[in-house]
């Protein structure tokens, strides 16, 4: 679709002709995500504010153009993707932190604030923004609030619904409202929490109230290492049915294992097929004893190394491998296809032998990485796009696995959300 001159100039006039792309040449970076899919949108505004939002919405009704608001584009199913072409709305100038309250714990925020740099702005009251997705350093609250990002600490802490108190909305016929409030109970329809995850399909978010938690007086993170996947899955559900909920349980394998070691030399051991990352925290006592629970647990199953981060450098560097571990990737191969699928806990050993006898079928490997705690599946398709064939025999794999998870019992996503990606799957 070519762009419109007279559209071109109404949008010029509301956000400033700096703010409105149209040229192929410099739409080509807004036509991907962090999936695999791509199109090009017609044209891209960058608006400033609220009210600049309504106006490009009123605006595109009246041109009877799709609308897709996007974020950092760092999502994993194709939501900010422009499929019919059409306005993209990129929120990342609107990035201010408009209030932090650390009496009644709460911020507002602009959707193009970056996830990490709310933690940052608020560590100095004590305070931190929970959900923390592994694109943290980049991804904004408002891809956040649209896809219900979890992370990590979703298995203690939970996902973005849970940490969001109220926004400021701009509908489709352009009229602004708010949903929510200041505080966690509100009477009535809970209208927020169904356009929280609703991917941009009900509403464009232009203000967040979020929720804050106080820093815990102790962290414990505890890198558990085996030789066998099926000991990793066996102690996973072992320190669940104990009663003990950890604030994340991360799981890698053995490509996993090897990329982020050689990438950013976390100090996982190499030679294991299999490593958890076990991170418990709270009151310092019962840290404590949660710990020595958990190593008990863990050596009912054989592991090769047991070893507790001794400070906070060491804690950051445990946790480098994990978050950085899908950039890690790419030194096994160019491309990769991240499948999110969620899977009862019991199924774990189930479902990742079934991967890879997938990844033995199709002929590429699959790296797995998961939040094994709720049993949050990351299996990445690992391929290369220039070679022919390749890219379909991924999202063939990719498919099976979303079946796959579907019939032991569990759903298309954990986290990442429908968007593109999954539409064809969702009669499952």
């Known amino acids: 679709m070519s762009y419109n001159k007279s559209l071109v100039k109404k949008l010029q006039r509301i956000v400033g002709d700096p703010y ?3 040229k192929p040449e410099d739409l080509v970076v807004f036509e991907y995500d962090g999936s695999v899919d791509k199109h090009l949108p017609t044209i891209v505004t960058l608006p400033a504010s609220t009210e600049e939002v309504s106006s490009i919405v009123k605006v595109a009704r009246e041109y009877e153009l799709p609308i897709v608001a996007r974020g950092a584009g760092t999502g994993l199913s194709g939501g900010a993707i422009a499929a019919k072409g059409g306005i993209v709305l990129a929120l990342t100038r609107m990035n201010n932190i408009l209030d932090i309250d650390p009496l009644n714990l709460s911020a507002v925020v602009e959707p193009g604030v970056v996830n990490i740099d709310l933690t940052h702005q608020t560590i100095k009251h004590g305070l931190y923004f929970a959900p923390d997705p592994s694109s943290q350093k ?10 219900n990002s979890g992370g990590p600490h979703c298995l203690a802490y939970g996902v973005t619904t849970n940490h969001v108190l109220g926004m400021e909305v701009v509908l489709a016929d352009g009229s602004i409202h708010w949903l929510g409030g200041e505080s966690r109970e509100n009477p009535g329809y809970d209208l927020r929490g169904i356009v929280i995850g609703s991917e941009g399909t009900l509403a464009i978010v232009t203000k967040i109230i979020v929720r804050l938690l106080r820093e815990p007086e102790a962290i414990k993170t505890t890198l558990v290492a085996f030789n066998r996947i099926e000991d990793a899955s066996q102690a996973v559900s072992a320190i669940i049915a104990r009663g003990i909920i950890p604030a994340a349980i991360e799981f890698m394998d053995h490509l996993c294992i090897q990329a982020a070691e050689a990438s950013v030399h976390a100090g996982y051991p190499i030679e294991a097929e299999a490593i958890l990352l076990v991170e418990i925290d709270g009151l310092s006592e019962s840290v404590h004893e949660e710990s020595i629970e958990i190593e008990a647990i863990c050596n009912e199953f054989g592991p090769i190394e047991i070893r507790t981060a001794s400070d906070p450098s060491d804690r950051e560097r445990l946790w480098s ?21 969620t899977i009862p806990r019991t199924k774990l050993l189930e479902v990742l032998t079934k991967i890879k006898k997938i990844s033995d079928e199709i002929g590429l490997p699959i790296a797995n990485l998961l939040h094994a705690g709720d049993g949050n599946l990351h299996p990445c398709v690992l391929f290369d796009e220039r070679k022919p064939g390749d890219t379909g025999k991924a999202l063939e794999a990719g498919g099976k696995i979303l079946k796959l998870c579907v019939e032991v019992g569990g759903v298309l996503s954990g986290e990442h959300g429908i968007g593109i990606e999954k539409q064809e799957y969702l009669p499952l």
């Open 321 to 341: 491998g994990r978050k950085g571990v899908l950039g890690a990737l790419g030194r096994l191969a160019p491309n990769y296809y991240l499948v999110d699928g």
């Open 138 to 147: 980049a991804c904004t609250i408002g891809g956040n609030v649209a896809e």
């Open 20 to 22: 409105v792309i149209y």
